[in-house]
Structure formats: structure tokens, C-alpha cells
């Protein structure tokens, strides 16, 4: 199973204030990138940089996070480019979501996955061939 991890579950990987949340998202994070199969894409890395640096109760340094985009890099990265905006426009429409999830959802699809791990959407839900996985509602429920 190839696992696109959005970039909410990362920051939590890293959010000190959130133990539960911070352990289940560095677990499922490490898991997947020890087999080899998790992907990310540009937007993530970008939304995973700002947040963590500007958006923590305890932000991460402007050094350090760069430090930590660059190692997450070295995973498969789905660029997002005019073709990709255009899927989310049409996928935003057809499917009813934000076009920021849209966009989420169609780099996962690019990038051959099959779950997407992430907190925003409907746990449980596929949308164009992929599963949306939250890890928070999985730990929660046993």
C-alpha cells in the first residue's frame, strides 16, 4: 500500500503540545517510510514548513525545519504542476471538496496511492481510487 501523508499529520509528528497525536503520526509516518511506500507532495512540504515554523505553540527554528523539508524530500515528491490544478478544479467540483483537499487528494492519485493519511477528510472514504485513512480515529476506535 502506497500511503500520501498530508501535511497535518506531519506537523504532529512534530507538535509537542499533542503527545497522543504526536506519537500515532510519527508511528504511521515511520512505518510507511521504512517500507518505502510513503509519498508527499510539494504542497505538503510547503504547508508542513509554514506551519511548524509560524504555527506551533513552540515553533519549530527556521533552520531546523528546513533541515527536516530537505530529509522528507528525499521521499517520492508529486510536483504539483498545471495538469495536477486542473484534475482538483474538476475533482473539487465532482467530489464536493475544498480545492486545497482536492489538490491533496489528486497528488496522491498522480503519486499511485492508495490511502491517504490525513485528518481533514472523512475517514474511511475513497475518493478517485484512493482511501482516506485518519490515523487519530483508528487509534481512537482500537
Do not use: C
Not at 1 to 23: C, E, I, T
Not at 38 to 52: C, D, G, K, M, P
Not at 86 to 93: F, T, V
Not at 120 to 133: A, F, N
Amino acid at each position: 500500500m502506497r500511503a500520501f501523508f498530508d501535511s497535518n499529520v506531519l506537523v504532529y509528528a512534530f507538535d509537542v503540545h499533542a503527545p497522543g497525536k504526536q506519537r500515532t503520526a510519527r508511528d504511521r509516518f515511520e512505518l510507511h517510510a521504512r517500507a518505502g511506500d510513503a509519498i508527499l507532495s510539494s504542497q505538503v512540504l510547503s504547508e508542513f514548513f509554514v506551519t511548524i515554523t509560524r504555527k506551533l505553540k513552540l515553533p519549530v527554528p527556521h533552520g531546523d525545519a528546513a533541515r527536516l523539508v530537505r530529509d522528507l524530500a528525499r521521499l517520492p515528491v508529486v510536483a504539483i504542476d498545471a495538469e495536477l490544478v486542473q484534475r482538483a478544479i474538476e475533482w473539487s467540483r465532482r467530489h464536493d471538496l475544498a480545492y486545497w483537499d482536492a489538490l491533496i487528494v489528486a497528488a496522491a492519485s498522480s503519486g499511485g496511492a492508495t490511502a491517504l493519511i490525513s485528518e481533514d477528510l472523512q475517514h474511511g472514504q475513497t475518493i478517485e481510487g484512493v482511501r482516506i485513512v485518519n490515523p487519530f480515529v483508528e487509534t481512537a476506535a482500537g
